[in-house]
């Protein structure tokens, strides 16, 4: 991840990728992020307008709020956390959504940049983070309930199981099998 957000040439994909990636979120679901989506004071950010028509509350990391006051700065949006341009069409000074192209073709760019040669995508993003996050440790559960699925079949699929997870869980099932007691019985030939 830090490979692709040091490659990416522009800091608002910079940040929109740290953001999408950190958050777990999908790319419609960072697009619509506002400023009142953010509560720096209990560091979590509330997504809404989901897929599966449920908001949400996600942690927020650190600097992911630093990189986003950041960002912020930079455009003084009243609202929206990534805008883009005036909408053409509309003389008012009603912007855009940042342009959902650009992002996927940026990312593939970097990607490509990088030397990564599988197919990536922003989503890329949310699949990462749901590896990362089992890899460190956290249940299943609790990632389903971090990227907002209803099924956790949903869930599992996210979360390959990497060669870090599977020696984590032999390390793990090697110290629960050691702590049993167990008092053998003396072999019988029968």
Same mark, same amino acid.
């Given at each position: =991840?830090?490979?692709?957000?040091? #490659? ?7 940040v929109?990728?740290?953001? #999408? ?8 679901e ?8 953010? /509560? ?52 008012a000074?009603?912007?855009w959504? =940042?342009?959902k ?11 490509? /940049? ?24 956290l249940s ?6 971090f ?7 949903? #869930?599992?699929?996210? #979360?390959? =199981? ?9 390390? =793990? ?16 030939h029968?």
């Amino acid at each position: =991840m830090a490979a692709i957000i040091n #490659t990416t040439r522009k800091f608002r994909y910079q940040v929109f990728y740290l953001t #999408t990636y950190s958050l777990g979120l999908r790319l419609s679901e960072s697009l619509n992020l506002t400023i009142a989506d953010i /509560d720096s004071e209990l560091m979590q950010v509330h997504v809404r307008n989901t897929k599966s028509k449920r908001d949400r509350l996600v942690p927020l990391p650190q600097t992911t709020l630093l990189a986003l006051r950041r960002y912020w700065q930079t455009h003084r949006h009243p609202s929206l956390l990534f805008p883009g341009r005036v909408d053409p069409k509309n003389n008012a000074i009603k912007p855009w959504l =940042m342009d959902k192209g650009g992002v996927q073709k940026t990312i593939k760019i970097v990607a490509k /940049d990088c030397g990564i040669s599988k197919n990536v995508h922003v989503h890329t993003l949310r699949h990462s983070i749901a590896t990362h996050l089992f890899e460190h440790g956290l249940s299943l559960r609790a990632i389903q309930v971090f990227l907002g699925h209803a099924s956790p079949i949903t #869930t599992a699929r996210y #979360t390959r =199981m990497t060669q870090e997870a599977k020696h984590n869980s032999a390390i =793990m099932l090697n110290s629960i099998i050691n702590t049993l007691s167990i008092h053998w019985q003396e072999q019988n030939h029968d």
